[in-house]
């Protein structure tokens, strides 16, 4: 179990009478390898998914691509910032990026570093990333969210954009990939790819969210309908296909897979989401223990810590704030039979290397270190 830490004062997730919508309005400043060239393109509109464009949103700034400048903090619990982890261990960034992580529970103000020595950043030497946004933004008025980008010579957080970060990893930081590392946005399936992440954040990413933070029952039916349709959809492209853009492993993969890991131990249940669980569902379970089993993927997920964020912060729809038990946790690592459907991870690459030291998951709450 995480440290005590006061989560009661965080209300406000569901909204009585009001379905949930997701506040997008994040830091669009990009970390890019040619700064200039993204400065002269024309601007273009924000969207939820990002973008392979050159070129910045309006009043964005464009940031040196630099080795050892910028320092990733995300936190293990959540999804969205699980994404920035994969990719950057796939791309093996490692040593361009260090990485930072808050634990699972924060209170209304911030994300904390409550699981470093003296619940102190070792790097930035913060104990809450608010205070790396406060180095930027004085009076930043939204919420303090991760995954973020901090510059570590001044200790601002440069973006908060997270699917644009995982986009720029792999098109912007080319020059510090790993040799053998994989290619994630293959050009031949981009098009389609971006329908396909589309529709899977509209729908799943965030359609758990829509469930559970509904806040009327005809909220919570909708978006229990929309998730449903979307899974099933999913259910059958992966019956005849190894990953959604086929042979190899991309970015959609990555995106789907957040979900997917989280969706028995904590949208099943907490967010109501109980139609169906995981391994009721034929292909996706046997395609979310493909990927688990696959290096990059489950070893970055630590179930306890997604259980406590869930469980432990959401107090107003689980006001005890009691933390189940299950499930159990063995049957990630059962045989899946995906390599029957063809194919292989990582196309003409190789899979990253072992975990680096000091970014392991607890061997406790992750079966692959059982």
């Known amino acids: 179990m995480v440290k005590s830490m006061d989560s009661s004062t965080n209300t406000g997730y569901s909204t009585p009478g009001k379905p949930f919508t997701r506040d997008t309005n994040y ?30 949103t309006k009043d964005a700034e464009a940031w040196p691509v630099e080795a050892g400048r910028y320092r990733l903090v995300a936190a293990r619990a959540c999804p969205w910032a ?121 729908e799943v990413n965030n359609g758990v969210y829509r469930a559970g933070f509904a806040g009327s029952q005809e909220a919570y039916e909708d978006a229990y309908e929309r998730l449903f349709t979307a899974m099933d959809w999913l259910e059958e492209r992966l019956t005849t296909r190894r990953y959604l853009m086929g042979e190899h492993i991309t970015e959609a993969d990555v995106r789907l897979f957040t979900t997917l890991v989280r969706f028995d131990p904590a949208y099943h249940g907490h967010f109501k989401c109980n139609r169906n669980k995981l391994i009721e569902f034929s292909a996706l379970w046997a395609y979310a223990r493909d990927l688990f089993q696959t290096p990059g993927f489950g070893d970055t997920v630590d179930f306890q810590q997604v259980k406590d964020h869930y469980y432990i912060v959401h107090r107003d729809i689980n006001p005890s704030g009691i933390v189940p038990k299950g499930p159990v946790l063995a049957e990630w690592l059962t045989e899946h039979g995906r390599q029957d459907l063809g194919g292989s991870p990582f196309g003409d690459g190789t899979a990253p290397g072992p975990v680096r030291e000091g970014e392991g998951v607890d061997p406790a709450t992750n079966p692959l270190y059982a």
């Open 27 to 56: 830091i669009n400043d990009r970390i890019v390898a040619d700064p200039e060239a993204h400065r002269d393109a024309d601007p273009y509109e924000y969207n939820t998914i990002g973008t392979l464009t050159t070129g910045l």
């Open 82 to 202: 699980n994404r920035t982890i994969i990719v950057r261990r796939l791309l093996g960034l490692e040593d361009a990026i260090s990485l930072g992580t808050p634990g699972p529970t924060h209170d209304a103000n911030s994300w904390t570093f409550d699981l470093d020595p003296d619940g102190v950043d070792p790097v930035l030497g913060t104990h809450r990333l608010q205070e790396n946004y406060f180095k930027r933004f004085p009076d930043y008025p939204r919420g303090i969210t991760v995954p973020a980008i901090v510059d570590i010579p001044t200790g601002g957080v440069v973006t908060n954009d997270y699917p644009q970060i995982t986009l720029d990893f792999s098109t912007e930081w080319t020059a510090f990939h790993r040799d053998g590392a994989p290619n994630l946005l293959p050009e031949e399936h981009l098009d389609e790819m971006f329908d396909i992440i589309k529709r899977i954040f509209t």
